[in-house]
């Protein structure tokens, strides 16, 4: 069933940046034998009321890279995101680097291509991004390998990335005292999104897990990080051997009373052209609200 290539020994250095405006949490991922690095899930910064983008928790990751010294070898994106704007082309633009998501990405590409009315120079075919992956395949930090497991629920092209012991979740999971994110997007399902925690739950018990959001649940300072034998024992919404079933009533039930995203709008613009900003026909940077489609 399970034959991913789990390999535990390597021990990534993980540097987590905290986006306090969309409670993101970005990392650094360094490979422990040589300089290479990732980054998974960056952010742009935007105050929406404004329609203004700044860049400052873009600068902070590049920044640290640099003063560090690492080699930036990969841009990943663990989904499209509906909260938060992508920073991956303007830290490409900085520090080099492969743009990575999964390659369901065409299928949230026609979805809201639909949705915004975009012409036809907007392309569906994924060619924004430098890689599409699927689940399975593998690629290299350095001398680290890493491999993809595709966990469809939140949205269609949902990636979980294993590098070494430490697993980047995106939202399939939050700590366990947060319990799952909402499936309820236009391509989403709460029936495969369980099923996709199971794959992450299939990992290693010692595996280290990092989650892409957390919201402090309760007053509780923020964390991001857990483990594969905890989010098993604890996760409120899939711990303690919780059935399919129950699951799915659940999330359903909860994601009807949730409001939409603040910046759902924004993000998906941006995010499904991989971070690009896009633009009208005179190049100056333009966001649609389109409206009565979500
Ligand atoms: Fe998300």
Redesign the pocket.
Known sequence: MFDYPVDTQVKPEVTAFFDEATNTISYVVKDPATNACAVVDSVLDIDYAAGRITYDSADEIIAYIQSHDLKLEWIIE??????HLSAAPYIQDKLGGRIAIGENILIVQDTFGKIFNEGTEFQRDGSQFDKLLKDGDTYTVGEMDVFVMHTPG??PA?MVHVMGDAAFV??TLFMPDGGS?RAD?PGGSAEDLYDSIQKVLALPDETRLFM??DYGPGGREIAWETTVAEEKANNIHVGGGKTKDEFVKFRTERDAQLAMPRLILPSLQVNMRAGEVPRDGDGNMMLKVPVNKL
């Open positions: 663990t989904h499209v995101h509906a909260d939140h949205t949902c995106g939202d994110a997007f892409c959001h």
